[in-house]
Every structure is written in structure tokens, then in C-alpha cells.
């Protein structure tokens, strides 16, 4: 009974966990853009043309589609401008991009279109004059992986018809005084960068998913299906054998070939893979296939419940229960795993279902499937090998009774909460409204009150035997189970504690909310929009400064808003101890004319600086020589570094941890 609480933590933790990249090849932080652009021109007849503007991405970076996904929080979409010269030229239709099928994405809760590696855009033109057909052409964009977000960038081509040559750049863009003037205010003067270098976070979430699908063949070893069949198959190789030796080769190559099937069930999802990688995706989050599995899983629950029994055809079993007969040796072992597999389907069968929709929606894809599969047939597999080394621990296994259908029940109620994670992506999907947050934790916490109930002997199912007191185990798992129905209960508020840490990207996202969510700052935090505005509060208040450079579009920033920020420890302490300055570097906000000017990259390049999020996306890389977000850095009043800046970091305590850091150097420099 021990394993059964492990089971909720296994489903519950294939969620996507993201690592900020950072490009630091050298200590001043250069950076690379992952994207380039070429523009040409084709010629169809005498007043024809067609202007195709082409982007190649790095592996990994995807461009977003020019159609605008109708939500709160959404990526930026790639758009084209054109000058506007109606006696030259006029243009047919829109500009036309390459037919793709739109990706779910669950923190945007939209479905949302994107390219990668190669893609061109096609504008049709018909020109008028040919004596002055110069087009001028611009395209404005964002790139992101899946793990950041570049600010947006404008691109111009200029085109000449007439000799049919392309032009790139801002050519005809001059830098006066003015504007070195004003690129200069954005120098921030920092002081102690060069102490500083950023750490890549990585993780390997193989190793995360082997373990959690480790503990779920452990889990379903405890199940009436497969617990019997462990001393009945031990004894009959050890027993069956000509001597002990072979009985234990035979013992070990069965739990071999178990590990084997589970690993060839993935092998299909490999392919499609090959073929595209984004179809898994796709299968994962299509409505159609989300509803069908929530009947399944429904249907799966019932069926624990003990109302119906769901097997196999009984021919499959018995065409390789013969197999295993007839032919004998390593063949003959290797279809009486699989007859394991198939007879033992209606426990393994909705576990190896979670296992499934986790790695398939998760960054791994197949081979992160794999792993998992690889994990859980090692499970199934080790008593099979341990106990044929050492007959003798047969003697220590609980004998079989009514505690498995405990067991049975208890996958029951997780199959029927898990059943409404795939009605709420159909949801996410559709924008039903029908599951909103609070609405799903509330449903997950009637099937907690649920399978407490049953476990406490309040509630009975068919299958169960004779009532009988309540075992320590099973009353030690009730508890357990009624702990986790009551840290479910604040998700059903409006407040800071709503958050659920533990279920992190299981539940809709904290925006889909049954209330209003709309704030200024995240959290209802007071946070300057505006460098020079909390430049001078921070002097005012004398408190130290937390930079975030952030943007609408960013899923990583809204990650660290609710699921880091909003710890209680770390929410105090940026309320309390530091000013919030919050820089929003896709903010399309147009800058004041006189706050306008043309900016120099190192490059040569000319950028013009127009908007809010232009200003900001530069005041970063002039600064600090990086452009990704979420980025942090914490500094003085007299604009001193405090700490090394840091990017993505999910774990709050580090967080936190990195901000009291800052806060002792603050105090140690005898500023306060």
C-alpha cells in the first residue's frame, strides 16, 4: 500500500520541464541571431512579380505565422508592411505563407501556428510604372525555442524592379547626434558585469522520466494481474529446469525479453517521429483523440471499480501461451513475456496509458517515451530475475488476498481524475469554458473525498471481500490521500496560495480562471515599467533594484510569475526588499517622436528604435549582451552589480536564495 500515494506523483510529474539557454561563449555575453532573412524577386509577366522573402532558423527556433492567435497572452505574429506608392505598384491579395497545421500550445491555451527550419513568404504585385517601381519592404518578427523568447526585430529589403536587385537593411537610415545621444542614455554605467558570468541551467528529464516509469511498473507488480504470477513463473523455471543454473538463466532472460516488449511497444511512435516530429504533439493534444481518451480512461476506471472486466482477446493470450509450448528455448520464453504483457493488460494497460500522454506532450517525444517504457518493463521484470537468484525471498511476499483489489480501486480513482486532464485539453483547445482552473481542482477534489472514503471503508465496490478492519497501510494511504484533497482546496481560490506548486502545468493554467485575473504588475506587485522612473525610486527608497526583463509573449516569465514568484518567501522579498522594475521588450507601444532615434548595432546595422519594446530589447543587449527572457539582475542605487544575473530557474528555494544573496552583498557594500 506504500506505493499507492507514488502512483498520484508519477501521472502528475510528465509535465515539460524548460531550461533557460543562454549563448555565453565568452564572459561578454555575445550573442548569435538564430534567424536570417533573403529576399528575391521572380518575374510571371510584363507587369507581374512576385516578392518571396525567405527565413532560415537554427535548429530548434520556430517563427510564428502572420495569423494572430485571439488570446491574452500570445506570440508575437510575423506581419509585412509594404511603402505605400500607388501610382508604382499595388499589391494582389496578401502575403501568402506556406499551409501548416496549427500546435496546442498549454500555457498560451491556444492553437497557435509556427515554422522551423526554412519558410518563405510570397507577395504578389502588379507594378504600374516600371520607372518607379521600387519596393520597400518590411517584416516584423519574434523568434522563440522552447525555452525563450527574442524580442522582436524589423527587417527591411528594398527591391528595385527594374534591375530586379535587393537591397537589405535600413540603408537609407542616418545616425545624427541626437540620436548617439540617445543611444548613450541607455548605457546604464554598470558597474562589476565583468565579475559576472550567467550558468547554462540544464537538465536531463530521461533520467526523471526512467525513475517515474520505474515506480510505475513497481506499481503495477501490486496489482491482482500481475502479483500472483510472480512465485507461480519463479517456481516453474527454478522447479522446471534441469539444474539450478539453467532454471536462473531462463528466470533472468524472461524478465530480459519483459523489458524488450515494453521497449518494442515504442519503437511505432519512433517512426512517427521521423516522419514529423511535431505529429506526437499533435496526436496528444487533437480534441477528437483528448475525448476519446477521457471515455477510455472512464471506462478503465469503471472497470477497476470491478463492474466489468476489460481483457484482451483471450485467442491473442492462448496463440502465444502455445507458442511458448511448442517451440521452446529462448523463443519459447520470449512469448511467455508476452503472454505476460497481454494477460496482465487490463492493470498495465491505463498506467502505461499515462506513461504515453506525459512523454509524447513533453520536449522528449519518443525516446523520452522509450525511456520511460524501458523503466517500467525493468520493474516488471527485476522480481522475476531477483527472486530466481534467491528462491528463498518468495518466502517474505505478502500472500495475495483482498488488499489487491485495494490496489485495483485505488488505480480506479486515479484513472477517473486523470480522465478529466484529457477532457481539459480538448477544452483548452475548443475554449469551451466548461473546465475552467478551479471548476477541474474541484473535480479532483470530489474524487479525492472519494477514493478517501473507500479507503476508510466508507464506500464499497463490488469485488471487495467480507468487511474487515482497516489495515494500517490502507488507513496510512487514506490519510495521505485526504492531506493531498485538502492542499488541493486553495486552488479553488483567488489568492496567492491557489497556485499548487506540486501540480504545476497539470491543472489549466492560472490565467483560465473562473475569476478576474487581470493585474498591472504580476501578482498585483508594484513594478516600474520604466528604467530611469525605478532608477530614481531606488534611490528614493534606497533599496536595491530587480531588473526583469520580460514580454507579453514570454511563457517562461509567466512560468516564474506564478509558479516561482508567487512562494511566499520569495513573493515578500521582492514586495519588500527590492524595487521591481519590469521591462516589456516586445511592447509594440510606440515611443514618443522625440524619444524616437536610429541605434548603431556593433554589427554596423542600423536598428530604428520606435517603440517601447525596441528601447527596452536594446537597452539589454547594450547592457548586459544578452537578449533572452526572462532575465533577472539585481543592482545598487549607484548601479553596482549585486549578483550574477540569471535567467529561467524554476526552483523557488534557489530563487529565493539568489535574491537574499543580493541582498547581504547590498548590505555588506554599506549602501543601506
Given at each position: ?27 561578454n ?16 509577366n ?7 522573402f ?49 500546435y ?69 537610415l542616418?545616425?545624427?547626434d ?13 558597474k ?21 516509469g520505474?515506480l510505475?511498473g ?7 494481474c ?43 511512435f ?59 528455448g529462448?523463443?519459447g ?34 525516446m ?116 493531498f ?130 528601447k527596452?530589447a ?54 543601506n
Amino acid at each position: 500500500m506504500r506505493y499507492l500515494a507514488s502512483l498520484l506523483l508519477l501521472v502528475l510529474s510528465f509535465t515539460t520541464a524548460n531550461a533557460q539557454i543562454f549563448d555565453d561563449n565568452d564572459q561578454n555575453y555575445q550573442f548569435s541571431n538564430p534567424i536570417s532573412w533573403e529576399a528575391e524577386v521572380e518575374q510571371e509577366n510584363d507587369s507581374i512579380y512576385n516578392l518571396i522573402f525567405t527565413a532560415t532558423l537554427e535548429e530548434g527556433w520556430h517563427l510564428y505565422s502572420q495569423q494572430e492567435a485571439d488570446i491574452e497572452i500570445a506570440p508575437i505574429p510575423t506581419k509585412f508592411t509594404y511603402n505605400d506608392s500607388i501610382d508604382a505598384f499595388e499589391l494582389i491579395g496578401e502575403t501568402e505563407e506556406p499551409e501548416s497545421e496549427p500546435y496546442y500550445d498549454e500555457v498560451f491555451g491556444a492553437d497557435i501556428i509556427y515554422f522551423e527550419d526554412e519558410v518563405s513568404f510570397t507577395q504578389k504585385i502588379k507594378v504600374i510604372n516600371p520607372e518607379e517601381s521600387e519596393v520597400v519592404a518590411e517584416v516584423y518578427f519574434s523568434v522563440c525555442d522552447d525555452e525563450q523568447c527574442l524580442p522582436p526585430e524589423t527587417e527591411r529589403f528594398t527591391i528595385s524592379l527594374q534591375d530586379m536587385q535587393v537591397t537589405s537593411g535600413f540603408t537609407d537610415l542616418e545616425v545624427s547626434d541626437r540620436d548617439q545621444e540617445l543611444a548613450d542614455a541607455l548605457d546604464m554605467n554598470l558597474k562589476g558585469m565583468e565579475a559576472y558570468h550567467t550558468e547554462e541551467e540544464e537538465g536531463n528529464n530521461f533520467t526523471n522520466i526512467f525513475l517515474l516509469g520505474f515506480l510505475g511498473g513497481l506499481i503495477a507488480l501490486l496489482t491482482p494481474c500481475v502479483f500472483p504470477m510472480i512465485p507461480l513463473t519463479v517456481s516453474f523455471f527454478t522447479k522446471g529446469a534441469k539444474n539450478k543454473k539453467k532454471g536462473t538463466v531462463n528466470a533472468i532472460s524472461y524478465g530480459f525479453f519483459i523489458v524488450l516488449i515494453y521497449l518494442l511497444l515504442s519503437l511505432p511512435f519512433h517512426l512517427l517521429d521521423s516522419v514529423n516530429p511535431e505529429l506526437l504533439n499533435n496526436i496528444s493534444t487533437n480534441v477528437s483523440l483528448n475525448i476519446l481518451f477521457f471515455v477510455i480512461f472512464i471506462i478503465f476506471a469503471f472497470s477497476f471499480f470491478g463492474y466489468y472486466e476489460i481483457t484482451l482477446p483471450s485467442s491473442w493470450s492462448s496463440k502465444m501461451d502455445d507458442k511458448a509450448s511448442s517451440v521452446g528455448g529462448f523463443i519459447g520464453i520470449f512469448f511467455m513475456a508476452l503472454t505476460l504483457a497481454l494477460v496482465s493488460f487490463s492493470c498495465t494497460g491505463p498506467i502505461l496509458g499515462s506513461l504515453l500522454g506525459g512523454s509524447l506532450t513533453s520536449d522528449g517525444g519518443a525516446m523520452q517515451l522509450s525511456v520511460g517504457m524501458g523503466g517500467f518493463g525493468l520493474a516488471l521484470a527485476l522480481p522475476f530475475a531477483l527472486f530466481a537468484l534467491f528462491p528463498n525471498w518468495l518466502n517474505s511476499l505478502p500472500k495475495s488476498g483482498g488488499w489487491l483489489n485495494t490496489v485495483k480501486v485505488t488505480l480506479g480513482f486515479i484513472e477517473l481524475g486523470l480522465a478529466f486532464k484529457f477532457l481539459s485539453n480538448a477544452d483548452l483547445v475548443e475554449h469551451w469554458g466548461i473546465l475552467k482552473r478551479e471548476i477541474f481542482i474541484g473535480i479532483w477534489i470530489l474524487v479525492g473525498i472519494g477514493l478517501v472514503a473507500y479507503l476508510f471503508g466508507l464506500l464499497r465496490f463490488p469485488h471487495d471481500g467480507p468487511k474487515q478492519r482497516i489495515s494500517k497501510g490502507r488507513f496510512g494511504v487514506g490519510v495521505l490521500v485526504l492531506l493531498f484533497v485538502i492542499y488541493l482546496i486553495p486552488g479553488l481560490t483567488n489568492t496567492s496560495h491557489a497556485n499548487l506548486k506540486l501540480l504545476s502545468g497539470f491543472p489549466p493554467p492560472l490565467f483560465y480562471s473562473v475569476y478576474d485575473k487581470g493585474t498591472e504588475a504580476p501578482l498585483g506587485l508594484k513594478a516600474y515599467k520604466d528604467w530611469d522612473k525605478g532608477l530614481e525610486a531606488a534611490k528614493r527608497e534606497n533599496k536595491p533594484m530587480m531588473i526583469d526583463f520580460t514580454g507579453w509573449a514570454c511563457v517562461n516569465c509567466r512560468k516564474m510569475e506564478e509558479q516561482v514568484w508567487s512562494e511566499p518567501e520569495v513573493f515578500e522579498t521582492i514586495r519588500d526588499d527590492y524595487i521591481l522594475i519590469s521591462l516589456y521588450v516586445d511592447d509594440r507601444l510606440e515611443l514618443d517622436e522625440d524619444e524616437q532615434f536610429n541605434y548603431i548595432r556593433p554589427n554596423g546595422s542600423i536598428k530604428p528604435i520606435k517603440t517601447i519594446g525596441d528601447k527596452w530589447a536594446t537597452f539589454q543587449t547594450i547592457n548586459f549582451r544578452n537578449n533572452s527572457q526572462p532575465f533577472y539582475v539585481l543592482v545598487d542605487p549607484e548601479v553596482n552589480m549585486l549578483h550574477e544575473p540569471v535567467g529561467y530557474m524554476p526552483d523557488a528555494e534557489k530563487y529565493y536564495q539568489w535574491l537574499q544573496e543580493g541582498l547581504d552583498k547590498f548590505k555588506e557594500d554599506g549602501i543601506n
